[in-house]
T-cell receptor
Framework: DTGVSQNPRHKITKRGQNVTFRCDPI?????LYWYRQTLGQGPEFLTY????????KSRLLSDRFSAERPKGSFSTLEIQRTEQGDSAMYLC???????FGPGTRLTVL | KQEVTQIPAALSVPEGENLVLNCSFT??????LQWFRQDPGKGLTSLLL?????REQTSGRLNASLDKSSGRSTLYIAASQPGDSATYLC???????????FGAGTTVTVRA
């Protein structure tokens, strides 16, 4: 395993649908972070895990968003009832030094 | 709450010119300061990481300095090339949770 992977790389969905993204961190890293980046802005922190425990959630993470990290390995980020404002790049990073994956670009029509 | 600002928002220079990108942050209690490169539609590539106890880091044509007392970091790129065209982001790492607070980035265009 040479890096952080994210799937899918692109997702187009209709407003109101649910979407789920996956992040596979570097295997020995116990910290995992999710960020969201909109056009022309820097990434903004959403949430992070240490092993399987979700330690902090940003106010950006409304109740339509949920993240999990079962068994402290891969993580999933689910968005329910998507809205056009959810369109963004969703980035995952592992370790305190924040190795980033390629991101998942979400477009909500 | 950590606020990170990058100036300028965009920069266009002829090939061969040196680049100076500025970053300022409001809370000096940081774990480290990182500079990233982002190409259009892509993820982030880490360029340089400066620990809070360090003053600078160098990698090839890149040099980054850190002044915690004034809340500033500067990224220097020597002898710019068209391949350096990208958005450069700086980010301050929180000392307790290690989460990153990013600036909005500086978009660099190097003209051949």
């Amino acid at each position: 395993d040479t890096g952080v992977s994210q799937n899918p790389r692109h997702k187009i969905t209709k407003r109101g649908q649910n979407v789920t993204f996956r992040c596979d961190p570097i295997s020995e890293h116990n910290r995992l972070y999710w960020y969201r980046q909109t056009l022309g802005q820097g990434p903004e922190f959403l949430t992070y895990f240490q092993n399987e425990a979700q330690l902090e959630k940003s106010r950006l993470l409304s109740d339509r968003f949920s993240a999990e990290r079962p068994k402290g390995s891969f993580s999933t980020l689910e968005i329910q009832r998507t809205e056009q404002g959810d369109s963004a790049m969703y980035l995952c990073a592992s370790s305190s030094e924040q190795f980033f994956g390629p991101g998942t670009r979400l477009t909500v029509l | 709450k950590q606020e990170v600002t990058q100036i300028p928002a965009a920069l266009s220079v002829p090939e061969g010119e040196n680049l100076v990108l500025n970053c300022s942050f409001t809370d000096s209690a940081i774990y480290n300061l990182q500079w990233f490169r982002q190409d259009p539609g892509k993820g982030l590539t880490s360029l340089l990481l400066i620990q809070s106890s360090q003053r600078e880091q160098t990698s090839g044509r890149l040099n980054a300095s850190l002044d915690k007392s004034s809340g500033r970091s500067t990224l220097y790129i020597a002898a710019s090339q068209p391949g350096d065209s990208a958005t450069y982001l700086c980010a301050a790492t929180g000392s307790n949770d290690y989460k990153l607070s990013f600036g909005a980035g500086t978009t660099v265009t190097v003209r051949a």
